[in-house]
């Protein structure tokens, strides 16, 4: 099949894929090809992408250090304000140390790879973003994948293993169900079966668990309990790049081994000057993650009085399932219409016929903002 075969086939199915430009800062509202929205299909849950402060922060990072890092880490190009937000973030977590990585993805992929090879078995949730799945496919080690959150499924896996290292992948928050994974039920079961545990808490952090610690917090697991732990700055930190958290041991272990910390450029040192200021808002303005609350318990009850069925979620992710691909789609269209910004997730990012709305609210969310979005599912839903 040629490429362009493969992407008519694409069209036909439902799944092509385009981008929308905005031209503005990111926001509850920004402007899409000359006409404002509300945008309820972001991940800045905290609102901090665009606060003066995190600005201010970044402005004067790049007065002080340019705009390009230079280098990898282990090169020439890990700064002070790098060293001081590893520092900060291995506080905020309660860990020993903290990694920066470049991306989320690539802080999953490194720390996966590294942690387990060819004579090691990957034990992964179904749906796990898809960094952690790419990262357990290409570690080289046997890859077995348990039904979603699903203990039992996980047991008979750990059971018939015979692997001499174990590693057990999964998300903290589900970033397309926003359900929280059953991490007191996984830290026994790796206790009993002597498996290395790994949480990407993407989208925990900041919103979850005292201080927005996330999941760990949530639950009040310590390092011993969840050895590694991801975390991801572009969600509900509002800035850019990715960390791994976690012993003394295991961050040098990393520096030494992981790839994808080893072999790119470090992100820019305006943008750790900048998180170091959104950590501090995130840690100390509570009522944003109060605001969140309220939120997402008044959404939910305006969808049900509306007869729309929600998933089971208690985070900022609230998705709508659909069903098939070309109506998620449409029903997308007929909101946009209507002045409300919400993509249409689908299939391979989520199983094939559950192609659903991902609404994701913010703190910076007005009570007037989200009625309209109520509304607005009322006719597109409908309609």
Known sequence: MSLKEALEQRRKEGLYRTRKVI???????????????????????????NHPDVIAAFQQGAARYGVGSGSAHLVCGHSEAH????????????RDRALLFSTGYMANMGAISALIGRSGEVFEDRLNHASLLDGGWLSTAKFSRYRHADMASLESLLKKSTADEKLLVSDGVFSMDGDIAPLPEMVALCEQYG???????????????????????YYSLSQ?????????????FGTFGAFVAGSEELIEYLIQKSRSYIYTTALPPAVAEATLTSLKILQEEDWRRERLKKLIGRFRIGAERLGIKLMTSETPIQPILIGESDKATVVSERLLKRGIWISAIRPPTVPKGSARLRVTLSAEHSDDQLDRLLDALAGAMYG
């Open 23 to 49: 031209q503005t800062a990111q926001s509850t509202e920004v402007e899409v090809g000359g006409r404002k929205v509300i945008n309820f299909c972001s991940n800045d849950y905290l609102g901090l992408a």
């Open 83 to 94: 060293h001081t937000l590893e520092e900060a973030l291995a506080k905020f977590t309660g």
């Open 195 to 217: 498996v290395q545990l790994l949480i990407d808490d993407a989208h925990g952090f900041g919103v979850l668990g005292e201080q927005g610690g996330g999941c760990a917090s």
């Open 224 to 236: 011993k309990e969840i050895p590694v732990l991801v975390g991801t700055l572009g969600k509900a």
